[in-house]
């Protein structure tokens, strides 16, 4: 199974959104047709640029590499650089993969207790000065 990285515009707007999924058209479709709560006012999305990748773990890390960065900046420059993954698609092999550490986000913010739940960090990594 592949996952893609993926960048969209609205059309409306001007305004970039950047999303991970295992399934592009459908994830697509779903943007434009209203289904993503996030997008759905900025509706009809262009893709700008896709990268397959051939695990998880490593689309993972490039979708928050690019998240991250919070630059509308960064952001452009990766949908006119191509020379990477989007003009290789398959760039990325299954043996560059391995041995790959993701540590999924442990913390959330729950609605329900209005609070934060969850932590990366143990109580002794925390300073409390």
Known sequence: MHYYVYILQSEINGRYYVGMTNDFERRLEEHNSGRVKSTAPYKPWVVK???????LCSATKRERFIKAKHSR???EE???DNNG???QLD?????EAEGC???PRRAH???KKKSW?????SPDDINYK
Not at 49 to 54: D, P
Not at 117 to 121: A, E, K, P, Q
Request: glycine residues 4%; positive net charge.
């Open 49 to 55: 640029r896709i990268e397959k990748y051939a695990d």
């Open 73 to 75: 900046r960064i952001i």
């Open 78 to 80: 990766i949908v006119a």
């Open 85 to 87: 993954p989007v003009a």
């Open 91 to 95: 760039s990325v092999s299954a043996s």
């Open 101 to 103: 550490e993701f540590e």
């Open 109 to 111: 913010y729950c609605q």
């Open 117 to 121: 739940v969850g932590s990366r960090r």
